[in-house]
């Protein structure tokens, strides 16, 4: 079993959708991480959580410690949207080195 | 540009061969981190170092697999005697200090045939 685990694996929106990427893990963490990956490879960091919520334009983290769960939000999708989203958790006990999720690839479609 | 950087971008070898890649992280970034990605697959750890210090290696990394940061700067990841089954993108990541937001490389997709 993977120490986090995302949902749904692929989606498909329409342009405009409000778009949910739920994550859950089942390790102490110190901190949650939202990535995302273009077809290209290269990743970016969206976000990094410990607690509560955090807002960057249209997309919104949100974590649950006691549930051990987060989800991103992105409002009013675009086509450049689609991208994968990565969730990592930071684990305080091995060297604080990545857990990551297997992503979820998301498709915009105009 | 002030990122993270990795070279070269994608990498074709034959089996057999050896390959070196090396990343650039952020500086004064203390951490420095290399995960593997196979396709359709999240990154896994391989290992990480603080400043010059390998502090912590997967069982992932086998001894075909070597890297370094000989100052604490740039980083190299050598894989020796290639095999299929090591294709994929690798990845750097550099960060400040532990649970703080870590930057990532636009990573090397090897392949070998």
């Known amino acids: 079993k993977n120490e986090v685990e995302q949902s749904p694996q692929n989606l498909t929106a329409q342009e405009g959708e409000f778009i949910t990427i739920n994550c859950s893990y089942s390790?102490?963490?110190?901190?949650l991480h939202w990535l995302q990956q273009h077809p290209g490879g290269g990743i970016v960091s969206l976000f990094m959580l410990s607690s509560g919520k955090k807002k960057h334009g249209r997309l919104i983290a949100t974590i649950n410690i006691q549930e051990k769960h987060s989800s991103l939000h992105i409002t009013a999708s675009h086509p450049r949207d689609s991208a994968v989203y990565i969730c990592?958790?930071?684990?305080?006990?091995?060297?604080?080195?990545?857990?990551f999720g297997t992503g979820t690839s998301l498709t915009v479609i105009p | 540009d002030t990122g993270v950087s990795q070279d070269p971008r994608h990498k074709i070898t034959k089996r057999g061969q050896n390959v070196t890649f090396r990343c650039d992280p952020i500086?004064?970034?203390?951490?420095l981190y290399w995960y593997r990605q196979t396709l359709g697959q999240g990154p896994e750890f391989l290992t990480y170092f603080q400043n010059e210090a390998q502090l912590e290696k997967s069982r992932l990394l086998s001894d075909r697999f070597s890297a370094e940061r000989p100052k604490g700067s740039f980083s190299t990841l050598e894989i020796q005697r290639t095999e299929q089954g090591d294709s994929a993108m690798y990845l750097c990541?550099?960060?400040?200090?532990?649970?703080?937001?870590?930057?990532f490389g636009q990573g090397t997709r090897l392949t070998v045939v």
């Open positions: 500086s004064e970034h203390n951490r």
């Open positions: 990592a958790v930071n684990t305080p006990n091995t060297g604080n080195q990545f857990y």
């Open positions: 390790v102490g963490i110190s901190a």
């Open positions: 990541a550099s960060s400040l200090l532990p649970d703080t937001e870590a930057f």
